[in-house]
């Protein structure tokens, strides 16, 4: 990957990127990332140098790949040799009933933590549980995880998600009066 520093004004460094050449257009392509010091645009340059990427390899991945196509992936070559039979189990159902109803069209290189946090968010209104949607939120970020691994996206669009609280019900306890009339009800 080729790129460069430009400064764009008095505190403004942008680190620009060779995309390569449209295969439609045939017009080349440039990424512009904006940052207030020349030293960030040098890191941020760094880093993405290191990383072997491929032309449209954006920040959370490739353009041409849908998550309901990796989790299918994901699911086949890691869930099955890495995890129990009933934990699978949930994992295809979180898929199915939530995942690729909802977010399985979309490229990985558009899910953002907005586009997560929404989604998280859509189901609690849809009336799932606090927990449920928290074990939900787990789930996302351990297929993100694995992608980090396995090179398909650069950053975990997950870090950045404030999954809900789960709800501790309050217990209640019995008053002294209520224990007697128990134990005299039981005995």
Same mark, same amino acid.
């Given at each position: 990957?080729?790129?460069?520093?430009?400064?764009?004004?008095?505190?403004?460094?942008?680190?620009?990127?060779?995309?390569?050449?449209?295969?439609?257009?045939?017009?080349?392509?440039?990424?512009?990332?904006?940052?207030?010091?020349?030293?960030?645009?040098?890191?941020? &340059?760094?880093?993405?140098?290191?990383?072997?990427?491929?032309?449209?390899?954006?920040?959370?991945?490739?353009?041409?790949?849908?998550?309901?196509?990796?989790?299918?992936?994901?699911?086949?070559?890691?869930?099955?040799?890495?995890?129990?039979?009933?934990?699978?189990?949930?994992?295809?159902?979180?898929?199915?009933?939530?995942?690729?109803?909802? &977010?399985?069209?979309?490229?990985?290189?558009?899910?953002?933590?907005?586009?997560?946090?929404?989604?998280?968010?859509?189901?609690?209104?849809?009336?799932?549980?606090?927990?449920?949607?928290?074990?939900?939120?787990?789930?996302?970020?351990?297929?993100?995880?694995?992608?980090?691994?396995?090179?398909?996206?650069?950053?975990?669009?997950?870090?950045?998600?404030?999954?809900?609280?789960?709800?501790?019900?309050?217990?209640?306890?019995?008053?002294?009066?209520?224990?007697?009339?128990?134990?005299?009800?039981? &005995?």
């Amino acid at each position: 990957m080729r790129g460069s520093i430009v400064r764009r004004g008095p505190n403004c460094w942008a680190a620009v990127f060779y995309l390569g050449v449209h295969p439609e257009t045939g017009k080349q392509r440039y990424r512009w990332v904006h940052f207030p010091t020349r030293a960030e645009a040098e890191a941020h &340059l760094t880093r993405l140098a290191s990383y072997p990427f491929a032309a449209g390899l954006g920040m959370y991945g490739s353009a041409r790949v849908r998550l309901g196509a990796f989790l299918d992936t994901w699911l086949q070559d890691y869930a099955e040799v890495k995890v129990r039979p009933r934990t699978l189990a949930t994992y295809r159902s979180f898929v199915r009933k939530h995942l690729s109803t909802h &977010l399985g069209h979309v490229p990985i290189a558009k899910i953002a933590p907005a586009t997560i946090q929404q989604f998280l968010a859509q189901r609690l209104r849809d009336g799932l549980s606090p927990t449920t949607v928290r074990h939900l939120a787990m789930f996302i970020h351990v297929v993100f995880q694995t992608a980090v691994k396995w090179g398909v996206v650069m950053k975990n669009p997950c870090q950045h998600v404030d999954p809900p609280a789960r709800r501790v019900p309050m217990l209640r306890m019995w008053t002294d009066e209520q224990c007697r009339v128990f134990l005299k009800v039981a &005995l």
